[in-house]
């Protein structure tokens, strides 16, 4: 059966641990001084789903594409 | 943070029947004593039961399940075991139940196939649905990094490993690592960007496709993409073969190693055997030779008669000579006297002789050709046989220094040969069970190997310059669709564009992420290790790409060779430092850490296990670490203490001895 966030509860969705904001922290940086057009939300909503969905690569895609969906079509 | 508040065992191991042990839910070390063979291990093996649903041995081999359950409960006829292990983990409390019962039917289970699992986890008092329970366990402890929470302080050397470039476990434990630290999380956004970005690529060909003015670019630039699919798949290939290729060129290399070292045994026996040959032909002919001057040994023993008798003939020769030259003499006076009395007349003065002194030269005369007196003495030719004879012998009684030279000299090759003859059997003994073509094939499957990588190496950059002729292709059509397209190809190209700036960005992140990682890593260790060490010349700890750790001297040279103790002591800090770094919190359940260690290492580290993790679970056998040394030096770190006594040989009782 395919995982996907909208199963699991806010508490779940949370990183495991609090040194995953390390890992954000990199990222927004990089994004800040590299990459400034992409979306913040959007980068952030990456980093948790591949957190939540490393054993399990369908639900990973899965959510990714929805999360990218989501940005585009308000980007409309 | 994942925080054990129980174990219960039932039936695992020596632990009979139904035994727990409750941790505290606060921040400190737990421990657990127990001799060898008391079930030290079995514990860290019941929590990887539970979370896992393995059992590993030593080697770090995954046991039977057959022979984990108590064996004295086997014998009265109940089978299985089970544990539970209740976890706080987010603020949230679970119970995890694992099972293995015999199969119903099965009143005997004989193997692993006789034996049914279950397991189960509970948030609260809600039973979690099957597929949530594993989603919440791997993601409360992925078996991936369990390796850094669950150890056991023997394989702690495993770590080394990560000095070594291609070492598989070395890779192992690197990835590990990496998961531990959180770095897949960026590895995996990057490929899925690069899936999305392609995925968005084939859209925006079929949407072009869909319109007339842009229908001859959507299909070239389909085309071109269904090329690169069928490049990514062969590089893809190629890789993994070069990837298998280098493992079996690694452990070629190991081989051809082994080779190497027993082609040198080789030579050494071929120039072993010829200087025991040389050595026997040398003494053969030094022994002949001595032999020979052995013959005259006799004379050796007389050289100072004969030396006597030498000097005595000598003397004999010098009296006949003597003797002789007196007698010519006399003959010559007595003629000069006899020609002098013919004529009357003396043959110097020309005088008369009168009668008087006639008659007494007559006498002198008489006198002076009387026969010799040769009594005893010798004649001159058989003095001067007899002379030669002796300087003969003598001659020969010379040889003896050299006869004893040469015994020395045989004698020190014979001890040569003796020693060539022990190293011979040393070899012999070596590479007794050498197979010649076996060592052949070695060294031909290894260049073979390296043959094949360069012809892969040489694939695999001809579909790299072909994916990146491709790539230039397709950046050349999407520029043009980007002229001519629409809006519907605006919002393809939109997502495309989205995805592969969110792939670059997570590329770059990658690096930027690990690169701060290695540092904290290495800045955390180093601290550690400052702590846990008790060298005051070590300065800190280096880290390398594959998070390996080098001892540095306070005089900045890297300490390249490192005893087991000190191994231990950089793979604890090493531990410590992970366990800082990573998203991931969890107990640190260390098996008898201490084994390698002196007192003072042992201290310190027990003083700075507070600080490597929120909670501590340590087994040790008391000989290892003395309960009164723990408790002085942990204090009020010291939550808990247990003792596993011994019931009998498959039966042992955990014991509450503290808190």
Same mark, same amino acid.
Not at chain 2, 194 to 199: I, P
């Given at each position: 059966?395919?995982?996907?966030?909208?199963?699991?509860?806010?508490?779940?969705?949370?990183?495991?641990?609090?040194?995953?904001?390390?890992?954000?922290?990199?990222?927004?940086?990089?994004?800040?001084?590299?990459?400034?057009?992409?979306?913040?939300?959007?980068?952030?909503?990456?980093?948790?789903?591949?957190?939540?969905?490393?054993?399990?690569?369908?639900?990973?895609?899965?959510?990714?594409?929805?999360?990218?969906?989501?940005?585009?079509?308000?980007?409309? | 943070?994942?925080?054990?508040?129980?174990?219960?065992?039932?039936?695992?191991?020596?632990?009979?029947?139904?035994?727990?042990?409750? *941790?505290?839910?606060?921040?400190?070390?737990?421990?657990?004593?127990?001799?060898?063979?008391?079930?030290?291990?079995?514990?860290?093996?019941?929590?990887?039961?539970?979370?896992?649903? &393995?059992?590993?041995?030593?080697?770090?081999?995954?046991?039977?399940?057959?022979?984990?359950?108590?064996?004295?409960?086997? &014998?009265?006829?109940?089978?299985?075991?089970?544990?539970?292990?209740?976890?706080?983990?987010?603020?949230?409390?679970?119970?995890?139940?694992?099972?293995?019962?015999?199969? %119903?039917?099965?009143?005997?289970?004989?193997?692993?196939?006789?034996?049914?699992?279950?397991?189960?986890?509970?948030?609260?008092?809600?039973?979690?649905?099957?597929?949530?329970?594993?989603?919440?366990?791997?993601?409360?402890?992925?078996?991936?990094?369990?390796?850094?929470?669950?150890?056991?302080?023997?394989?702690?050397?495993?770590?080394?490993?990560?000095?070594?470039?291609?070492?598989?476990?070395?890779?192992?434990?690197?990835?590990?690592?990496?998961?531990?630290?959180?770095?897949? =999380?960026?590895?995996?956004?990057?490929?899925?960007?690069?899936?999305?970005?392609?995925?968005?690529?084939?859209?925006?060909?079929?949407?072009?496709?869909?319109?007339?003015?842009?229908?001859? *670019?959507?299909? +070239?630039?389909?085309?071109?993409?269904?090329?690169?699919?069928?490049?990514?798949?062969?590089?893809?290939?190629?890789?993994?073969?070069?990837?298998?290729?280098?493992?079996?060129?690694?452990?070629?290399?190991?081989?051809?190693?082994?080779?190497?070292?027993?082609?040198?045994?080789?030579?050494?026996?071929?120039? *072993?055997?010829?200087?025991?040959?040389?050595?026997?032909?040398?003494?053969?002919?030094?022994?002949?030779?001595?032999?020979?001057?052995?013959?005259?040994?006799?004379?050796?023993?007389?050289?100072?008669?004969?030396?006597?008798?030498?000097?005595?003939?000598?003397?004999?020769?010098?009296?006949?000579?003597?003797?002789?030259?007196?007698?010519?003499?006399?003959?010559? =006076?007595?003629? +000069?006297?006899?020609?002098?009395?013919?004529?009357?007349?003396?043959?110097?003065?020309?005088?008369?002789?009168?009668?008087?002194?006639?008659?007494?030269?007559?006498?002198?005369?008489?006198?002076?050709?009387?026969?010799?007196?040769?009594?005893?003495?010798? %004649?001159?030719?058989?003095?001067?046989?007899?002379?030669?004879?002796?300087?003969?012998?003598?001659?020969?009684?010379?040889?003896?220094?050299?006869?004893?030279?040469?015994?020395?000299?045989?004698?020190?090759?014979?001890?040569?040969?003796?020693?060539?003859?022990?190293?011979?059997?040393?070899?012999?003994?070596?590479?007794?069970?050498?197979?010649?073509?076996?060592?052949?094939?070695?060294?031909?499957?290894?260049?073979?190997? =390296?043959?094949?990588?360069?012809? =892969?190496?040489?694939?695999?950059?001809?579909?790299?310059?072909?994916?990146?002729?491709?790539?230039?292709?397709?950046?050349?059509? +999407?520029?043009?669709?980007?002229?001519?397209?629409?809006?519907?190809?605006?919002?393809?190209?939109?997502?495309?564009?989205?995805?592969? @700036?969110?792939?670059?960005?997570?590329? &770059?992140?990658?690096?930027?992420?690990?690169?701060?990682?290695?540092?904290?890593?290495?800045?955390?260790? @180093?601290?550690?290790?400052?702590?846990?060490?008790?060298?005051?010349?070590?300065?800190?700890?280096?880290?390398?790409?594959?998070?390996?750790?080098?001892?540095?001297?306070?005089?900045?040279?890297?300490?390249?060779?490192?005893?087991?103790?000190?191994?231990?002591?950089?793979?604890?800090? *090493?531990?410590?430092?992970?366990?800082?770094?990573?998203?991931?919190?969890?107990?640190?359940?260390?098996?008898?850490?201490?084994?390698?260690?002196?007192?003072?290492?042992?201290?310190?580290?027990?003083?700075?296990?507070? @600080?490597?993790?929120? +909670?501590?679970?340590?087994?040790?056998?008391?000989?290892?670490?003395?309960?009164?040394?723990?408790?002085?030096?942990?204090?009020?770190?010291?939550?808990?203490?247990?003792?596993?006594?011994?019931?009998?040989?498959?039966?042992?009782?955990?014991?509450?001895? &503290?808190?």
């Amino acid at each position: 059966m395919r995982r996907t966030t909208k199963q699991s509860t806010p508490r779940e969705n949370a990183p495991a641990g609090g040194k995953h904001s390390d890992l954000h922290e990199t990222i927004e940086a990089l994004r800040k001084d590299k990459f400034p057009k992409l979306p913040k939300a959007l980068v952030a909503d990456i980093l948790r789903i591949e957190s939540e969905n490393l054993e399990d690569r369908h639900a990973a895609m899965a959510d990714l594409n929805e999360a990218i969906e989501n940005y585009l079509s308000k980007e409309d | 943070m994942l925080r054990i508040t129980s174990i219960t065992l039932h039936n695992f191991g020596p632990f009979k029947e139904t035994q727990s042990i409750d *941790l505290s839910k606060k921040d400190g070390v737990t421990m657990i004593f127990g001799e060898n063979m008391r079930g030290k291990t079995t514990l860290i093996n019941a929590v990887r039961y539970a979370l896992f649903g &393995k059992v590993l041995s030593r080697g770090e081999h995954e046991m039977a399940l057959h022979k984990i359950g108590n064996w004295e409960a086997a &014998k009265d006829g109940e089978y299985g075991f089970k544990v539970i292990l209740e976890f706080e983990h987010d603020g949230q409390n679970y119970t995890l139940t694992r099972e293995c019962k015999p199969r %119903s039917g099965i009143e005997e289970p004989k193997t692993d196939l006789d034996y049914t699992q279950t397991h189960y986890l509970k948030r609260g008092s809600d039973v979690l649905s099957p597929a949530d329970c594993d989603a919440t366990l791997s993601r409360v402890m992925p078996e991936q990094v369990s390796r850094f929470f669950l150890f056991d302080g023997e394989l702690l050397q495993q770590y080394e490993e990560l000095l070594m470039n291609e070492s598989e476990m070395g890779q192992d434990i690197k990835e590990a690592i990496e998961r531990i630290l959180g770095v897949p =999380v960026l590895t995996s956004a990057r490929y899925d960007m690069a899936e999305l970005k392609k995925e968005a690529e084939k859209k925006e060909s079929r949407t072009a496709q869909k319109d007339q003015q842009t229908r001859e *670019l959507g299909t +070239q630039n389909a085309a071109q993409i269904e090329q690169r699919t069928a490049h990514e798949k062969e590089l893809d290939r190629l890789k993994k073969e070069l990837t298998g290729l280098k493992t079996t060129k690694s452990e070629n290399e190991e081989m051809v190693r082994q080779n190497e070292k027993t082609k040198a045994l080789l030579n050494e026996l071929e120039n *072993l055997d010829s200087r025991v040959k040389d050595i026997d032909a040398r003494n053969k002919e030094r022994r002949e030779r001595l032999a020979s001057m052995a013959s005259n040994a006799w004379c050796w023993v007389l050289k100072p008669a004969l030396e006597e008798l030498q000097e005595r003939e000598q003397k004999a020769m010098a009296t006949i000579q003597s003797n002789a030259a007196q007698r010519e003499f006399s003959a010559r =006076v007595a003629d +000069q006297i006899e020609q002098a009395l013919s004529t009357s007349k003396c043959q110097v003065c020309s005088q008369k002789i009168d009668t008087k002194t006639a008659k007494a030269l007559r006498a002198q005369m008489a006198e002076l050709r009387a026969p010799p007196q040769k009594d005893g003495e010798a %004649s001159l030719e058989e003095t001067v046989a007899r002379l030669k004879t002796l300087r003969e012998i003598a001659g020969n009684a010379g040889g003896k220094d050299a006869a004893i030279e040469l015994l020395f000299t045989i004698e020190d090759a014979q001890v040569e040969r003796t020693q060539c003859q022990a190293r011979i059997g040393e070899i012999r003994e070596k590479t007794k069970d050498l197979d010649e073509s076996k060592l052949r094939r070695i060294m031909t499957a290894y260049d073979k190997t =390296v043959q094949d990588i360069a012809i =892969v190496d040489g694939g695999i950059k001809k579909e790299q310059e072909a994916l990146k002729e491709i790539g230039e292709n397709i950046k050349r059509i +999407q520029a043009e669709l980007e002229r001519i397209g629409g809006a519907d190809l605006a919002k393809e190209r939109q997502r495309r564009q989205l995805c592969a @700036s969110l792939g670059e960005l997570f590329d &770059k992140g990658v690096g930027v992420y690990r690169e701060r990682l290695r540092k904290k890593v290495e800045q955390d260790a @180093s601290k550690l290790f400052l702590q846990l060490t008790t060298e005051p010349d070590y300065a800190s700890l280096k880290i390398n790409e594959n998070y390996g750790l080098i001892i540095v001297h306070k005089d900045g040279d890297e300490i390249q060779v490192r005893s087991a103790g000190a191994e231990h002591v950089v793979a604890l800090s *090493l531990m410590g430092a992970l366990q800082r770094n990573a998203p991931l919190e969890g107990p640190i359940v260390m098996d008898s850490p201490f084994g390698r260690l002196d007192e003072g290492h042992t201290g310190r580290i027990v003083k700075a296990l507070p @600080s490597m993790a929120k +909670q501590v679970l340590l087994l040790v056998y008391e000989s290892e670490l003395e309960p009164q040394f723990v408790r002085n030096t942990l204090k009020g770190d010291l939550l808990r203490e247990y003792k596993i006594v011994r019931k009998s040989a498959r039966h042992s009782v955990l014991e509450q001895s &503290k808190g």
